[in-house]
């Protein structure tokens, strides 16, 4: 099976963020960079599937040189070759041209299976995995926690609203965009670290009609949340239908649980 | 193989103290390659994801956890990380090694249990084990499933580690060797199943040996200790233990030379764990300091707590300097070595430096520790916090793998003994410097500009301060300098102080030339402040110690000299290690 992994770099979960002069993307100067968290899942569910089944998982990034730092962490905790689709300012596509760039850098390669996160950590649009299946033709599935890929279909567990799943069937090849959580990613053995500097980064540069054109979308202005500060008063003076009242809240508003 | 084809420029031990280095001689942290990032970061995601979690635990002596822990860690390959590949390890570079050991510095307890178990407890093994023992053990303990421990200490024997007691003697039929006698504070010593035991054979010849743990080896109760306390610290009572011939370290009665060289080892890797702990106990104050509110704003934009950070960050950011410029050396001269001896020379030239790292390191960390303490005011105070274990955890540095105080007087020392044997050309240097001092003619520093001019000029005057103390103590005391222990501290403090100061500016100067003096301008503020502290501390040093050797016309023109060496305009480090406490302040983490 040949899985492809999409991977994104983003900020630091950590970083303090500076909003730039105009407005339009956060401060770049001296960030400090990940792996987009649910794209690691979608990696380590790609190293399972070929552990159970063999094959071959290919991981993919776009991006600046800084990048690369992505990829060989993912090939340090076991992919076994690389494709760098090279740009300076591919990291802020929308998500159409920045699909067509990934899709046109994967297309030859006749994955059995694409996979990435559900989502990126700093735009979190959700969508260019899901375009990208549709520019290759493929049929996809979004959030899923759960996947059997033991005969030539698919078999999905996807998440849906309040707790509620669904089991899915599907043909392959496919689109699978992998939830955070799900599993518990390996680590990127010093002998894995070692071994990924002989492995194959190829890097393709996006052709301008793919990333360019009337952009469907852009971001006009981003700015920190307001904060306003909204007081209710739970169970009207009693106490155990108050704390009720607020595990709803903190499991359905919060969603700390 | 000839000879001339091995041969490689390996730069003499404490020969910084006389010639010039370039920029690119030294090595920084700028110079890892991707390889060492990975590294440093799947150690750093190990310790925060596992070890760190089951502090609690381990503080419970939950040896079982200790054990398990060990074998991720090998799994990952953080024990093999310096084992050779042929007996099961990985083979890296030294600086793999150190890397490992910095992250690991970011639980106190767990970098000690594995300062056992990849440190002083296989060391001896790998440079001074015969192949059936290296054959036997390295696989293991590179897996994690042999936990080992390094026995030196006894209760009569601590500093003074060569009049240990316990004795080894040979079997009638020459086939093992029988030992007797206890030890004391052996870390891992509750749950190893291999121990490294100094003993000496037939009463006199101070000589190493692996032992394993069997019925007549026993531990001791655990020892109630102040910090470290998920590591295990025991005695140990050896009555009639055997061990094969094949398990001798070395030869009989050259147990010292392990001993001491299995302790640079040992110093450079604590210099490395304490750069990680600092880094993290950095962290951790930044955030609370911009977290804690107190007269309607948070803690850290207060001057006082600011002067706190820039602080903290400088001795952190100076001491990783120190780390890494000693383990180029290191790795330059072990690197190619061909067998286990070329190796040990390769470390042992370096011992004065890795006894600064001990001990600066060592120091710097327990200060960034106490001043965590403080900005978390009263919750410094609280075992709920952070900050009141990494005190309590910190303290230890000082004392093992040599006290501070015996590894100040090694710093002199070891820098005396390579210049009486002729190798480090010291003694001429320091009579053309004492010409200089009597010459009416001496330069003074003068105000340069240009960036670093400054503070190159001050790390060079430390060193001719240097110098010139030294110098005046072998003439004055001659072969009985050994004995003068005031002096001799004095003078480490200002060697440990020039080492530091010429190694961060050309670690600046190389940031400068690599990415501009801009991008630098917060490791330039860092510089300058140590520089020009640090040249105050000499200052006081260099008196008191040439107060204490010399009097009259003669103290009168070293006093001038000293002057003359170090005259120079101080700077606004208030406002320098303001610009410095900002950065770490917006960044909310050590960010340098
Ligand atoms: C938690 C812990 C773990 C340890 N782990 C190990 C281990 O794994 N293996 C092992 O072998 N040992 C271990 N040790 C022992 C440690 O190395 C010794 O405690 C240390 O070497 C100091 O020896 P000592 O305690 O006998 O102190 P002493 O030697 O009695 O020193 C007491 C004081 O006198 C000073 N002093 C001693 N001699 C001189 C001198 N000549 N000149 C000036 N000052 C002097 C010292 O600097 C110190 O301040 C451990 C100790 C601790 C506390």
């Known amino acids: 099976m040949k899985i492809i992994v999409l991977m994104k770099q983003v900020a630091n979960k950590d970083a303090i963020l500076r909003i730039n002069k105009d407005a339009t993307w956060i401060e770049e100067g001296d960030l400090s960079y990940e792996v987009n968290e649910s794209d690691g899942y979608a990696l380590e569910e790609a190293l399972r599937l070929k552990e159970k089944h063999g094959g071959e998982v290919v991981v993919c990034s776009m991006g600046p040189q800084r990048v690369k730092a992505v990829i060989k962490d993912a090939l340090a905790r076991g992919a076994d070759r690389a494709i760098h689709v090279v740009g300076d300012e591919l990291t802020r596509l929308a998500p159409l041209p920045a699909a067509r760039a990934l899709a046109e850098a994967i297309r030859a390669e006749q994955a059995d299976l694409i996979m990435t996160g559900l989502q990126s950590d700093d735009n979190g649009y959700g969508q260019t995995g899901v375009i990208v299946a549709e520019l290759l033709g493929l049929p996809h599935a979004t959030i899923v926690i759960e996947l059997d890929a033991s005969d030539d279909k698919l078999r999905v567990k996807r998440e849906l609203e309040n707790g509620w799943y669904q089991w899915y069937e599907m043909p392959r090849p496919a689109l699978l965009t992998i939830q955070s959580g799900i599993s518990q990613i390996r680590y990127a053995t010093l002998k894995g670290i070692m071994a990924a500097k002989k492995k194959e980064i190829r890097e393709v540069a996006p052709t301008s009609d793919m990333t360019s054109g009337a952009p469907d979308q852009r971001i006009t202005k981003i700015y920190f949340p307001q904060k306003t500060k909204q007081t209710q008063f739970l169970g009207d003076g009693d106490a155990k239908a108050g704390a009720a009242q607020l595990a709803e809240k903190l499991r359905t508003e919060a969603r700390v649980f | 193989m000839s000879a001339v084809a091995e041969e490689k420029k390996i730069i003499a031990g404490g020969s910084f103290l006389i010639e010039e280095r370039t920029p690119e001689e030294i090595f920084t942290p700028e110079d890892f390659t991707d390889e060492h990032r990975m590294i440093a970061e799947t150690t750093r995601e190990f310790v925060d994801n596992e070890v760190r979690p089951a502090t609690e635990e381990l503080e419970q002596h939950n040896w079982q956890l200790a054990r398990e822990l060990i074998r991720k860690a090998a799994e990952l390959g953080l024990i093999g990380v310096n084992i050779p590949e042929e007996y099961g390890g990985l083979g890296l570079d030294q600086t793999s090694g150190a890397i490992v050991g910095e992250m690991m510095g970011r639980s106190a307890s767990f970098a000690t249990t594995l300062g056992a178990q990849s440190g002083i407890g296989l060391t001896p093994i790998i440079y001074f084990g015969t192949e059936a023992a290296k054959q036997k053990y390295l696989p293991k303990i590179a897996a994690g499933e042999l936990i080992t421990a390094y026995a030196l200490t006894e209760a009569g024997s601590g500093s003074d580690a060569m009049a240990a007691k316990a004795t080894a003697r040979l079997s009638a039929d020459g086939t093992h060797y029988v030992l007797n006698g206890e030890k004391?504070?052996?870390?891992?010593?509750?749950?190893?199943?291999?121990?490294?035991?100094?003993?000496?054979?037939?009463?006199?010849?101070?000589?190493?040996?692996?032992?394993?743990?069997?019925?007549?080896?026993?531990?001791?109760?655990?020892?109630?200790?102040?910090?470290?306390?998920?590591?295990?610290?025991?005695?140990?009572?050896?009555?009639?233990?055997?061990?094969?011939?094949?398990?001798?370290?070395?030869?009989?009665?050259?147990?010292?030379?392990?001993?001491?060289?299995?302790l640079n080892f040992g110093r450079f890797k604590l210099g490395s764990m304490c750069s990680g702990g600092m880094k993290l106990m950095i962290r951790e104050a930044v955030r609370y300091a911009n977290e804690r509110h107190q007269f309607g704003r948070p803690i850290s934009s207060f001057g006082a707590i600011?002067?706190?950070?820039?602080?903290?960050?400088?001795?952190?950011?100076?001491?990783?300097?120190?780390?890494?410029?000693?383990?180029?050396?290191?790795?330059?001269?072990?690197?190619?070595?061909?067998?286990?001896?070329?190796?040990?020379?390769?470390?042992?030239?370096?011992?004065?430096?890795?006894?600064?790292?001990?001990?600066?390191?060592?120091?710097?960390?327990?200060?960034?520790?106490?001043?965590?303490?403080?900005?978390?005011?009263?919750?410094?105070?609280?075992?709920?916090?952070?900050?009141?274990?990494?005190?309590?955890?910190?303290?230890?540095?000082?004392?093992?793998?040599?006290?501070?105080?015996?590894?100040?007087?090694?710093?002199?020392?070891?820098?005396?003994?390579?210049?009486?044997?002729?190798?480090?050309?010291?003694?001429?240097?320091?009579?053309?410097?004492?010409?200089?001092?009597?010459?009416?003619?001496?330069?003074?520093?003068?105000?340069?500009?240009?960036?670093?001019?400054?503070?190159?000029?001050?790390?060079?005057?430390?060193?001719?301060?240097?110098?010139?103390?030294?110098?005046?103590?072998?003439?004055?005391?001659?072969?009985?300098?050994?004995?003068?222990?005031?002096?001799?501290?004095?003078?480490?403090?200002?060697?440990?102080?020039?080492?530091?100061?010429?190694?961060s500016v050309l670690r600046a100067q190389k940031l400068v030339a690599v990415q501009g003096e801009e991008q630098s301008a917060r490791h330039l503020d860092m510089v300058s402040v140590f520089c020009h502290d640090a040249i105050d501390r000499i200052e006081t040093h260099a008196k008191q110690t040439l107060a204490a050797m010399s009097e009259g016309d003669e103290l009168r023109t070293l006093l001038a000299a000293l002057r003359r060496f170090t005259k120079r305009t101080p700077i606004n480090t208030v406002a320098a290690r303001q610009r410095i406490a900002d950065v770490l302040i917006k960044a909310n983490r050590y960010a340098y």
């Not at chain 2, 009463?203 to 069997?214: A, L, M, N």
């Not at chain 2, 009555?239 to 370290?249: G, R």
């Not at chain 2, 540095?397 to 090694?410: D, V, Y």
């Open chain 2, 184 to 262: 004391m504070w052996i870390t891992n010593g509750g749950f190893a199943d291999v121990f490294v035991v100094f003993a000496k054979v037939d009463g006199d010849k101070f000589s190493g040996f692996i032992v394993e743990r069997q019925p007549g080896l026993t531990s001791g109760a655990e020892e109630h200790k102040m910090g470290i306390k998920g590591s295990s610290t025991t005695a140990l009572v050896l009555s009639d233990v055997t061990t094969p011939v094949e398990n001798l370290l070395g030869e009989v009665g050259k147990g010292a030379k392990i001993a001491f060289n299995i």
């Open chain 2, 306 to 503: 600011k002067a706190k950070l820039a602080e903290m960050a400088i001795r952190a950011w100076v001491g990783e300097t120190l780390v890494y410029r000693t383990l180029g050396l290191i790795e330059n001269a072990i690197s190619g070595a061909q067998d286990s001896e070329a190796k040990l020379r390769g470390i042992e030239e370096y011992a004065a430096e890795c006894s600064i790292i001990k001990v600066a390191l060592s120091e710097s960390c327990d200060f960034v520790a106490d001043e965590m303490v403080q900005i978390y005011g009263g919750y410094g105070y609280s075992a709920d916090y952070p900050a009141e274990g990494a005190y309590r955890d910190s303290r230890i540095n000082r004392i093992f793998e040599g006290t501070n105080e015996i590894n100040r007087m090694l710093i002199p020392g070891r820098i005396m003994k390579s210049a009486l044997s002729g190798k480090l050309a010291l003694l001429p240097a320091a009579q053309k410097l004492m010409d200089e001092v009597l010459s009416p003619t001496l330069g003074a520093l003068d105000e340069d500009a240009g960036v670093l001019a400054v503070e190159a000029k001050l790390a060079a005057a430390a060193k001719k301060v240097a110098l010139m103390t030294l110098g005046t103590a072998v003439q004055k005391y001659m072969t009985a300098l050994a004995g003068q222990q005031e002096v001799l501290m004095g003078i480490a403090d200002i060697i440990m102080d020039a080492y530091a100061m010429e190694s």
